[in-house]
């Protein structure tokens, strides 16, 4: 079935280093949606992509889907303590469903 | 403000024991989802409901149950027959159509320890 990787697993940078998380589909995706969630919290939206070779940018944060749409990443310029938290991907199965991948836990030494 | 309530926050079960988890929603979203996530992991899904009084079953719905009796609100009852029920338990919920807008919205989310 359709599964979604999440590369790395964890990622410690000092802080102002840059940092990137990769999501991969087995499948081509309709659209692609990143979460953060803080330590002890919950994940909260930050962007659904949905065109091939898509980018946005939120201040910091640099978010591209793949030409193919089957992969994704999530970059973020300069790292701040703020940036703590996990990173997760989710693709849909349909649009009542979603894919997580296992999330990319950042640690940001000060 | 809109948005997801889940109690309790922490709860503690012993061995045996059925437990049901609340979550209610005032932004009269259609979908309603159930995650669990273990440390360390990314989120499973348990149950999912696209309308009142239907729900589907996720990847993990074994020893779990759900109702869906109104809108606001999808509890998840734990029951005994789970076999490693300790977990942080997510509720989410959705708009539930297909405008491209179907974000996750989630609850803050109940931490369950069975003794």
């Known amino acids: 079935g359709q599964q979604v990787m999440q590369i790395p697993q964890y990622q410690h940078v000092q802080e102002g280093e840059d940092f990137t998380t990769y999501c991969n589909s087995s499948t081509t995706l309709s659209n692609i949606q990143?979460?953060?969630?803080?330590?002890?919290g919950h994940p909260v939206f930050l962007i659904q992509l949905v065109k091939s070779g898509e980018v946005k940018k939120q201040k910091r944060l640099t978010f591209q889907f793949g030409e193919a749409k089957k992969n994704s990443s999530l970059h973020i310029t300069a790292t701040?303590?703020?940036d703590v938290g996990t990173y997760f991907?989710?693709?849909?199965?349909?649009?009542?469903?979603?894919?997580?991948g296992s999330g990319t836990k950042l640690n940001v030494k000060p | 403000d809109g948005g997801i309530t889940q109690s309790p926050k922490y709860l503690f079960r012993k061995e045996g024991q059925n437990v049901t988890l609340s979550c209610e929603q005032n932004l009269n979203h259609d979908a309603m989802y159930w995650y669990r996530q273990d440390?360390?992991?990314?989120?499973?899904?348990?149950?999912?409901?696209?309308i009142v009084n239907d729900f589907q079953k996720g990847d993990i719905a074994e020893g779990y149950s759900v109702s869906?009796?109104?809108?606001?609100?999808?509890?998840?009852?734990v029951t005994?027959?789970?076999?490693?029920?300790t977990a942080f338990y997510l509720c989410a919920s959705s708009i539930g159509d297909s405008s491209g807008a179907n974000v996750l919205t989630f609850?803050?989310?109940?931490?369950l320890t069975v003794l």
Request: with cysteine; hydrophobic share 20%; net charge positive.
């Open chain 1, 34 to 40: 990143w979460y953060k969630q803080r330590p002890g």
């Open chain 1, 80 to 82: 701040q303590t703020t």
């Open chain 1, 89 to 100: 991907c989710a693709g849909p199965r349909n649009f009542n469903k979603f894919y997580f």
């Open chain 2, 39 to 50: 440390p360390g992991q990314g989120l499973r899904l348990i149950y999912y409901s696209q």
């Open chain 2, 68 to 77: 869906r009796e109104k809108k606001e609100s999808f509890p998840l009852t």
């Open chain 2, 80 to 85: 005994s027959a789970q076999k490693n029920p």
């Open chain 2, 107 to 111: 609850g803050a989310g109940s931490r």
